[in-house]
């Protein structure tokens, strides 16, 4: 059974960095075909993907947040991280960490697990 489990801040103030880690069990992040996610959730835009990290290390960013983010991983510890910069208010959500597949070299938004969610607001 793999588990997600995310950790971090979860009050970021104005123009500073969310940072985010997620910590995976039960499985390796360097499995092939897996692909880590983070997804967050607001209650005015719904599901967003945010970005993700495949087994190899490739990167993939949704194209209105590549500006501000960066998604890196560290195998000794079975993790990977979520660094958005210059947060505003419109960057408060519930952050989720989850898994898919690749097909055909890209990531198929097909989550088999997922971590619990956690709270991160934007407020000075």
């Known amino acids: 059974q793999v588990q997600l489990q995310e950790s971090g801040p979860g009050l970021v103030k104005p123009s500073q960095m969310l940072s985010l880690t997620c910590t995976v069990s039960?499985?390796?992040?360097?499995?092939?075909?897996?692909?880590w996610n983070w997804i967050r959730q607001t209650p005015g835009k719904g599901l967003e993907w945010v970005g993700a990290i495949g087994y190899a290390g490739s990167t993939h960013y949704n194209p209105s947040l590549k500006s501000r983010t960066s998604i890196s991983r560290d195998t000794s510890k079975n993790s990977f991280s979520l660094q958005l910069t210059s947060v505003t208010p419109e960057d408060t959500a519930v952050y989720y960490c989850?898994?898919?597949?690749?097909?055909?070299?890209?990531?198929?938004?097909?989550?088999?697990?997922w971590g619990q969610g956690t709270q991160v607001t934007v407020s000075s």
């Open positions: 039960g499985g390796s992040i360097t499995a092939n075909n897996y692909v």
């Open positions: 989850a898994r898919c597949q690749y097909v055909l070299g890209h990531p198929l938004p097909d989550y088999d697990y």
